[in-house]
């Protein structure tokens, strides 16, 4: 089916190197991210989750660090793998757009490359 | 294998002739939704369901309907698709309205003629 990376900023690393995906949010409220990652043909799936009482949780291979001073979120994945290859979202709730819970706004996403 | 499962995958249909996009979640969670997914755009919601018989607008929604009968459906129903609704459709489910983490389901790629 077609890409939803068609027309998203791409970062293309060479496997093994670390990866560094950048999402800048919008509401200074909001108080819960996440990241996403999407594979071509499939829906999005959870990597990793931050509350904005941290500025930093690391996972298996990633890391997410959040600076609120400047309302950005990154993302690091170390040891780039040709499976990582992946189109990835950050999603910021929206708790302060009417209140409603489980509301999350999502970005429109960073195409990460591998190259072998 | 806990998943949220939709039909079809994909589908080509004229302007006008109604169609509905299942969804299916076997994990007994309470929330689900659903999002339209366009270039450039990212993933916008259309409907979200907190429970059964509790329906609410999301930021689209105009053009859709959507029905919570039973805990695990939530379909997608488009009375009247116009060309402006060839999209790809995801729906989405989490343990609560609380709970953040979303499960997606595959994706229907819908095409309106």
């Known amino acids: 089916g077609e890409s939803v990376g068609l027309h998203l900023p791409t970062l293309s690393v060479q496997e093994g190197d670390n990866s560094i995906i950048n999402c800048a949010y919008s509401?200074?409220?909001?108080?819960?991210f996440i990241w996403y990652k999407q594979e071509s043909g499939k829906g999005p799936q959870f990597i990793i989750d931050?509350?904005?009482?941290?500025d930093k949780r690391q996972g298996q291979r990633v890391t997410v660090l959040l600076n609120k001073t400047v309302k950005h979120l990154s993302l690091q994945i170390a040891a780039t793998q040709p499976g990582d290859s992946a189109v990835y979202f950050c999603?910021?709730?929206?708790?302060?757009?009417?209140?409603?819970?489980?509301?999350?706004?999502f970005g429109t996403g960073t195409l990460l490359a591998v190259q072998p | 294998e806990a998943q949220v499962t939709q039909n079809p995958r994909y589908l080509i249909t004229v302007t006008g002739k109604k169609l509905t996009v299942t969804c299916s979640q076997n994990?007994?969670?309470?929330?689900m939704s659903w999002y339209r997914q366009d270039p450039g755009l990212g993933l916008r919601q259309i409907y979200y369901?907190?429970?059964?018989?509790?329906?609410d607008k999301g930021d689209v929604p105009e053009g859709y309907k959507v029905s919570r009968k039973e805990k695990r459906n939530f379909p997608l129903i488009l009375e009247s698709p116009s060309p402006n609704q060839t999209s790809l459709y995801f729906c989405?489910?989490?343990?609560?309205?609380?709970?953040?983490?979303?499960?997606f389901g595959p994706g229907t790629r819908l095409t309106v003629t």
């Open positions: 931050i509350r904005s009482n941290m």
């Open positions: 509401n200074s409220a909001s108080d819960y």
């Open positions: 999603a910021e709730n929206s708790l302060h757009y009417g209140g409603a819970t489980n509301k999350l706004i």
């Open positions: 994990m007994n969670h309470e929330y």
């Open positions: 369901s907190m429970n059964v018989e509790v329906t």
């Open positions: 989405a489910s989490s343990f609560s309205s609380g709970s953040y983490e979303q499960y």
